[in-house]
DNA sequence: TGAGTGACGTCCT
DNA sequence: AAGGACGCCACTC
């Protein structure tokens, strides 16, 4: 096991996203951040793109820092992210979530003081 | 094998 | 404050 916390990044992420509450929106850095790994959060967007195959890993949820639908485009059809979240109750113009902060959700809700900074 | 890319974010200038 | 550079690391060419 070379980077066993590697193979357990896509893991955490796939498990965190689920735990999404309906109406709930997040961001990757939160996520990354969430699990040890702030820089990382680029990963978190790379490993969404194979969750989005999976439906129990509601990616359409998660956002970038500014509550853009960065990965908009890599949903089916063309925006199918867009419906999504407003099918939740969820407001988005010109591709952004309005308040956001608002209907933010943190993961460290769920996981705990188990966030810690790379290091 | 090496270089390039990417659903981001933070740090530095 | 605003813009540029770097980091992360799996995957593709």
């Known amino acids: ?3 066993p916390e590697t193979l357990n990044f896509f893991e955490r992420v796939y498990d965190v996203a689920r735990q ?5 929106v997040t961001s990757y850095g939160a996520i990354a951040r969430c699990l040890g790994a702030a820089k990382s ?3 978190v967007g790379y490993a969404m793109n194979g969750a989005s195959e ?3 890993v509601p990616a359409h ?3 970038n820092r500014n509550g853009v639908l960065t990965g908009k485009h890599h949903f089916p059809g063309t925006d199918l992210m867009q419906q999504l979240l407003e099918n939740e109750g969820h407001i988005i113009k010109n591709d952004q979530i309005q308040d ?3 209907h933010f959700w943190d993961p460290v809700v769920v996981i705990g003081f188990y966030a810690q900074d790379d290091q």
Do not use: S, W
Not at 20 to 24: E, F, Q, V
């Open 61 to 63: 949820r998660v956002l």
């Open 100 to 102: 956001f902060k608002k």
């Open 1 to 3: 096991m070379a980077k």
């Open 20 to 24: 999404i509450p309906y109406g709930k």
């Open 41 to 43: 959060a680029r990963m």
């Open 54 to 56: 999976k439906e129990d």
